[in-house]
């Protein structure tokens, strides 16, 4: 495992975030149980976000992205498929190097829930600057993606990188 910061104990971060991710798992379960009518983005009303959020600061801070355990990336992936907010994958792709950005997209596109896959679409042309061809294949590939919420999103950020280089090319 590759650290980047010193001190730190891995099995720490794991814990962390493990034992947020049960905490909000146990209030969800709680919510679905009392309340038969939900709005789509119910999990906004969770009460503990900043420690959820903490716990992956802790995780992007500490350890490096190819450190990360295959439960952490799947822990990560659904907490921001719940994160309705945008809080996390903003701090995803600021926290992440452009290459760690891209791969977690990857492995998002295999084994992640729709709401992750339509966030990381939103947030792809933000770093097709500096990656046009891989973030293009990206988009490509969530454009096909069964979800069809997914699929108008990767089309809606395609568009906007056409519309980003006919804006620099006028310019120039």
Known sequence: MQAKGRGFDPLILHVKLSSQLVRFRTWCAEYRATHAQRDPEWERGYPDWVRLHAAVEDLLRLRAFSGWSAAELRDVLHVLAC????ELVDMLADGLP????LALT???L???EPAARRQLADRLPEVAALEPDQVDALLRQLAADPDEQVRQRALAALDRIEADQRGTRTRA
């Open 83 to 86: 994160d309705h907010d945008g």
């Open 98 to 101: 452009v290459e760690d950005f």
């Open 106 to 108: 990857r492995a998002a």
């Open 110 to 112: 295999a084994d992640a």
